[in-house]
């Protein structure tokens, strides 16, 4: 919790330091990378820092949790942190890397509020920060210390590469080693580090879209103006060696006999097809509803292995929603003002941003308490911010 020194000083610099982050950030950022360049070839995404995402979560993040200190004393926000924490540890973030975080973000600080900065104001804020890095490196230790390796990437090699749906591909990979590997739990991600053609290395975290455990299927949408679908899409081949990290994510399909409502939109359909998958391989008895937005039938990625998996299950039901129009499809987008949703169900959700933040809304007004909506986004966390 924030000392009784603290406190006061941040709740009265809260709204200022509020207004001026998503400008603190950019500065900061310029000055790491100055810095420290090496950090762009493995670890920070080049195509986030082009769009400013980065900037948005990063401002999002240290917002959310200093806001959280003032409203709600003596507690953390485990929901943000612990969302936080997993993309860390799926990127290798270490404990050293925050000193040099908190080294370039206070002097990005100082810049931008040299007229109204005081000793008291930086050292008020440097306990935020710390209280958030401590946080995050005590949860990052355990998730590395739960893995079954001492590993950050391992190689595995591309055993077969197939198209899913128009402008998207299924990898499926296999161990190109003999590397420990650390089983998956449904709806987890790993990252996927590539070379691309300038040989700048970039990683990208991917839904694992097949059976959970100890295998390892990601499906990805082709991203014309981005990095690193194109190469994987277009340059990488079977046989082709890939480094991956161990699985993570905290959004995985919590145990219990209650009914699940998963809910997507185009390649956010990924994860909720790997929980999916794993209740029809265990032969659950839950009652399942299923939920799926499309632009097309032809676009939905992995049309084929979620239809079949809901045939699998007595208890499964499945609603499509197309903005091209089908038979035994809904026209437009998905709302769940037209569905029957079942009580005391936990709603999974993944797709575009303001599709999870309209569907969030409308299950929330249905009666779906906050606390079982479970939600993955693809790239920075800029729900945060916004």
Not at 162 to 174: D, H, K
Not at 278 to 284: F, N
Request: aromatic share 8%; proline share 6%; hydrophobic share 40%.
């Amino acid at each position: 919790m924030l000392s009784d020194k603290s406190f006061p000083v941040i709740e009265a610099t809260l709204p200022l330091v509020g207004s001026r982050i998503g400008d603190i950030t950019p500065k900061f950022y310029a000055r790491l990378f100055a810095a420290h360049p090496e950090l762009l070839d493995g670890l920070f995404s080049r195509s986030n820092q082009r769009s400013g995402d980065q900037q948005q979560a990063l401002a999002g993040s240290i917002a959310a949790f200093a806001s959280h200190l003032v409203n709600n004393p003596g507690t953390l926000p485990e929901t943000v942190l612990s969302r936080i924490a997993h993309r860390h540890a799926s990127l290798g973030i270490t404990e050293p890397q925050y000193q040099v975080v908190y080294e370039h973000l206070f002097a990005a600080i100082a810049e931008d509020l040299a007229e109204v900065i005081t000793p008291e104001i930086a050292e008020a804020w440097t306990e935020v920060y710390w209280l958030m890095a401590d946080a995050l490196i005590k949860l990052e230790k355990g998730l590395y210390a739960a893995q079954a390796n001492g590993r950050m990437w391992s190689p595995w090699r591309v055993a077969a590469k197939s198209p899913a749906g128009t402008g998207s591909m299924t990898f499926t990979l296999e161990p190109a080693d003999d590397t420990p590997i650390t089983p998956a739990l449904p709806g987890q991600y790993v990252s996927v580090k590539v070379t691309l053609p300038d040989g700048l290395r970039q990683v990208r975290q991917y839904s694992l879209s097949g059976a959970a455990g100890t295998g390892r299927t990601f499906t990805t949408k082709l991203d014309d103006g981005g990095e690193v679908s194109p190469v994987l899409h277009h340059s990488v081949k079977v046989g082709d060696v890939l480094d991956i990290s161990n699985p993570y994510g905290e959004i995985t399909l919590k145990e219990g006999d209650g009914p699940v409502v998963l809910a997507s939109a185009g390649i956010g359909c990924t994860p909720t097809a790997s929980i999916l998958r794993s209740l029809a391989e265990s032969g659950s008895d839950r009652q399942v509803l299923v939920l799926h937005a499309e632009s097309s039938l032809d676009s939905w990625a992995l049309r084929g292995q979620m239809t079949d998996d809901v045939e699998r299950l007595e208890g499964a039901d499945l609603q499509l929603w197309l903005e091209q129009p089908a038979a035994g499809a809904k026209a437009g987008f998905m709302s769940l003002r037209e569905v029957d949703l079942p009580a005391n169900a936990s709603l999974y959700l993944c797709g575009p941003l303001p599709f999870m933040k309209n569907i969030r809304n409308e299950a929330i007004n249905a009666g779906i308490p906050a606390t079982k909506i479970h939600y993955e986004v693809f790239g920075p966390d800029i729900w945060l911010a916004s």
